[in-house]
């Protein structure tokens, strides 16, 4: 649970684009040396970049080094440097390294690749990161936060801290919480009112979902007024989007998330507002 004052950037998959993470790192280096209350909550899929034929095939998306090693030790140093501030959320392809299963959307088996060309030390790096990475954040200005769009099995929203990341070590209900909230995709508008509705009850009011783990060129898209993503992967540079919400705020709907005010370019608006 975010504070209710201060400032968030929330920031979805980055599969290893140094440049995309170094454009949100300095704005929020920006943003923390005015104000003590600014966090950073990163959706997850911080690994696993294109392959060189998909390189190839979409360059216009796809065409950068996969830097998934420097990211996530660069993105573990800043959380040492400012812990209380930087959240990480786990994704799909991250969970493929503490329990989950191997993804395979650029090679027949992601974990492994990436694993095989990482020094120990960012194995480890690998390991820390996401070992405790958490399933879901609320930002009490009314947005809930996850990799994926959960469906709304969920009963109380603290069941997600019984969830082990072994998938073989958890009940039906807690695998499947663990399943949805790190790789559902788009759920019916009645599906995430209902979401919405169990949190607002047992924690605190939330109006929109808002996830990462799905593309769209043109770098957000919002299916209805209950969920918004802000897409990083998957968008050409130009389009590219994050949040910058403020936590003291009560934003009611999706389409009360603004382009060029909390729904920003990352490479374009102008940072210095
Ligand atoms: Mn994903």
Known sequence: MLPARGKALI?????????????????FDTLRAGDDEVHWVLLGDLVHGPSPAARARRPEIFDYDDASPELVEAVLELRRQHPEHVHVLLGNHDHGHVGGAHTQKFYDDE????????TPAQRAAIQELFGDALLSAIAPCGLLLAHGCPDDHIR???????????????????????ATFTRSYGQHAEVTRRLLARISEDVTPVQVMVHGHDVDVAGWYSESEHQLSAVVFGAPPENKRYLEVDLSAHYKGASALRPGVELRRIHGDDPTT
């Open 11 to 27: 920031s979805a998959d980055l599969h290893g684009n140094f440049a995309d993470f170094d454009a949100l790192r300095r704005r």
């Open 111 to 118: 974990v492994t690749t990436l694993e095989l060309r990482c």
């Open 156 to 178: 109380a929203y603290l069941d997600l801290d019984e969830v082990d990341l072994h998938l073989d070590a958890n009940n039906p209900y807690h695998s499947h919480l663990l």
